[in-house]
């Protein structure tokens, strides 16, 4: 029973540390992912969605756009991996056409390690 604890010990640290590095790498992804669906949304309607229009142009025409060639995501708008809406902004803040980001695992701005905001700038 002793060496068992032990090793759960040893190995549940360990096992769970990649887990929280699994879901940073799929929020990548997923930025990755989305910022190729707003370049096509981009290609067809001119520019970018505004803030009000939201990802969800993405996906829905947006009242006013005459030349939406979409959806531009095959499976719907995805939740980051904690399960939150990913965060869009456009004009972008931080010297890109947009500013898009998931807060990561605390949901709060900032954070280090696995609550580190995700981004694409």
């Given at each position: ?10 190995v549940?640290p ?6 929280g ?12 992912s989305?910022?190729k669906?707003?370049d096509?949304?981009?290609l067809d309607v001119?520019s970018?969605p ?6 969800g ?5 947006p ?6 060639q979409?959806?531009y ?13 990913y965060q869009?902004a456009?004009?972008g ?13 605390d949901?709060?701005?900032?954070g280090a ?8 700038w």
């Amino acid at each position: 029973m002793v060496i068992i604890g032990l090793l759960a010990g040893y190995v549940a640290p360990k096992f769970f540390a990649h887990i929280g590095k699994s879901e940073v790498k799929a929020a990548r992804a997923q930025l990755d992912s989305l910022e190729k669906a707003l370049d096509a949304y981009r290609l067809d309607v001119g520019s970018y969605p505004t803030t009000e229009q939201g990802l969800g142009a993405l996906i829905a025409l947006p009242p006013g756009v005459a030349r939406w060639q979409g959806p531009y995501l095959k499976k719907g708008l995805p939740a980051d991996p904690w399960g939150r809406a990913y965060q869009y902004a456009n004009p972008g803040e931080h010297g890109g056409d947009f500013d898009l980001y998931s807060f990561g695992k605390d949901g709060q701005t900032g954070g280090a390690g696995e609550a580190e905001d995700i981004t694409n700038w």
